[in-house]
């Protein structure tokens, strides 16, 4: 399962998503989905504009983390 850690990365850079939205130009809307974890797929071009905006990598927002079976 794949942790999307967007929102803690921007936290520690105090950016809002409206000014991180507006600075990678999507909509606040999908920055959302993108935030939530709820998005099917990233476009590298995206996932290129929020580490250079955020100054991060891109392991830094995104998180492999194995499922558990009950």
């Known amino acids: 399962m ?6 803690v990365m921007m936290a520690k850079r105090k950016i809002s998503s409206n000014e991180l939205a507006e600075m990678i130009d999507i909509t606040p809307a999908n920055l959302s989905i ?7 797929a990233v476009r590298f071009s995206t996932l290129d504009k929020i580490c250079k905006v955020l100054k991060c990598q891109p392991g830094d927002l995104l998180e492999f983390v194995e499922e558990t079976e009950n």
């Open 34 to 40: 993108l935030k939530t974890g709820k998005a099917k």
């Open 2 to 7: 794949i942790i999307v850690n967007l929102d």
